[in-house]
């Protein structure tokens, strides 16, 4: 009978204070994120693009062209040569917003032309030995008349 009593009494206990300590355990708990922290740093710029600028965008269109080449001429992907003439066009773009209104005539006919190699191929994902080569030349005489009409000594006068 003793036994029963105590039994009794811790059962009564746990029911009466019931499991909320137990059902707290395994419920799980909202996860807060933490924000991040943003740091701003105000910079000024000069009004003036800076002649370093112009010159990484140069050198950017050139390995990019090169690349083209050289991608061409190994028949690589076509997703190279794709890669290859978008960044070299948004480089040449990034360039043409150095130039005041009288260079950006000048140099114009470049730009179209660079564009007109990008629909060539992009036309033709798959091309042949011979309009490759075709391609691999018009690149080739594109980037000499490039760096002679682009260099930054020759075209100080029509940075704006």
């Not at 370093?52 to 050139?62: G, P």
């Not at 773009?93 to 191929?121: C, H, N, R, T, V």
Request: charged fraction near 35%; hydrophobic fraction near 35%.
């Amino acid at each position: 009978m003793r036994k029963f009593f105590i039994y009794f009494v811790v059962t009564s206990i746990l029911f009466t204070s019931g499991c909320h300590t137990l059902r707290k355990k395994f419920i799980r708990k909202k996860r807060y994120k933490k924000e991040t922290p943003v740091y701003v740093d105000f910079k000024d710029y000069p009004a003036k693009p800076s002649r370093q600028a112009y010159i990484d965008y140069y050198l950017f269109v050139r390995g990019w062209l090169d690349e083209l080449a050289e991608s061409l001429k190994r028949g690589l992907s076509f997703k190279r040569e794709k890669r290859a003439i978008s960044q070299a066009l948004m480089n040449f773009e990034q360039m043409l917003s150095f130039y005041d209104l009288e260079g950006k005539k000048k140099i114009y006919p470049l730009y179209e032309e660079l564009l007109a190699i990008k629909k060539e191929i992009e036309k033709n994902p798959n091309t042949n030995e011979v309009k490759r080569n075709f391609l691999i030349r018009k690149i080739e005489y594109f980037k000499r008349r490039f760096e002679k009409d682009c260099n930054y000594t020759d075209i100080e006068g029509w940075i704006s």
